[in-house]
């Protein structure tokens, strides 16, 4: 499996402003995934990061509000814009397409952000 | 509208005992079935995984039985551990390609020494 790093690894944000969220593979991977993970509840997918084109948003996400990028096949960011309190989540990165078995998905360590 | 339905929510297991979580589903186009692990202030952790053409799959202590007409699949940690105690969550997708993983609402299990 690769190795994947996010940072930061922890944020308290003020309402109103905006964070950017890194990803970082070890290795080129062709798929890289978003996800939002609210306290003590399961995984939602925000978006699928597509290398050199825009992103595939989920129902309930949209560009304006989690834009995001994927410059190479190692890296990608998410953008959390205008944040409220409603945004205080654990933020996932995933990355699938380094194995034999393609569906299988590899998570960061998570980026737990606070919004005060 | 949850995809995956786990139970259950939370779970407590001796020492040595045998712990079981259950999912079900009802979209007969999911055909990749993962376990995922987490640990408090950790991402996901890919446990173990099973395709519909095998009703079981076992690694180590960690056993997944699927059955496709009941269209349920469970996990099954044998000889549980006080470090097997953290968050479970099985998952679905469809597809051959890496596709979008649907989430079970997740497990809670304490293992007590």
């Known amino acids: 499996s690769a190795v994947i790093s996010q940072k930061p690894s922890r944020d308290i944000c003020q309402r109103g402003t905006s964070l950017t969220i890194q990803c970082q593979v070890d290795s080129q991977v062709t798929m890289m995934f978003w996800y939002r993970q609210q306290p003590g509840q399961s995984l939602t997918l925000i978006a699928t990061?597509?290398?050199?084109?825009?992103?595939?948003?989920e129902s309930g996400f949209v560009i304006d509000k989690f834009p995001i990028s994927r410059p190479n096949l190692t890296f990608s960011t998410l953008t959390v814009s205008n944040m409220s309190p409603e945004d205080s989540s654990i933020y996932l990165c995933s990355v699938a397409g380094t194995s034999r078995v393609s569906n299988e998905q590899f998570f960061g360590p998570g980026t737990r952000l606070t919004v005060l | 509208q949850q995809q995956v339905k786990q139970s259950p929510q939370s779970l407590i297991v001796q020492k040595g005992g045998i712990s079981i979580i259950n999912c079900a589903y009802e979209?007969?186009?999911?055909?990749?079935f993962p376990w995922y692990q987490q640990f408090p202030g950790k991402g996901p952790a890919l446990l173990i995984a099973?395709?519909?053409?095998?009703s079981e799959k076992k690694e180590g202590r960690f056993t997944i039985s699927f059955n496709k007409s009941a269209k349920q699949f469970s996990l099954h940690i044998m000889d549980s551990q006080p470090g097997d105690s953290a968050t479970y969550f099985c998952a679905a997708s469809t597809g051959l390609g890496a596709n979008n993983l649907f989430f079970g609402t997740g497990t809670r299990l304490t293992v007590i020494p």
């Open positions: 990061a597509n290398q050199g084109s825009e992103a595939t948003y």
């Open positions: 979209n007969t186009a999911f055909d990749y």
């Open positions: 099973i395709r519909p053409d095998v």
